[in-house]
């Protein structure tokens, strides 16, 4: 495994990154569900899950062309924080 010249200034676990990467997808479709509340729901939606999924699959290719790695668990925890975020945002437009 390849470190990246960051890890020793900002040490953290392997479990910690994905926990961030869970958090930051999550807060990402939050984000645009509330930065676009005059649009019809369902396109929110429609909206913030693709733009959320898209900005943690272009951090991956910057991490690959800048010294590091793409890890499939990085866009595994991305989803899984998107499809929390929609499942929250859903939830507070239909119920």
Do not use: Q
């Amino acid at each position: 495994m390849r470190t990246c010249k960051h890890c020793l200034r900002f040490p953290y676990e392997k479990g910690m990154d994905k926990v961030l990467h869970v958090a930051i997808s999550f807060l990402l479709v939050l984000a645009w569900g509330c930065a676009v509340v005059h649009m019809p729901k369902w396109v929110v939606l429609l909206v913030a899950v693709p733009w959320a999924l898209a900005i943690g699959f272009l951090k991956e290719l910057y991490d690959m062309n800048h010294g590091g790695e793409f890890s499939w668990d990085d866009i595994i925890a991305d989803i899984v924080g998107v499809v929390l975020g929609a499942g929250l945002m859903a939830a507070v437009f239909y119920l």
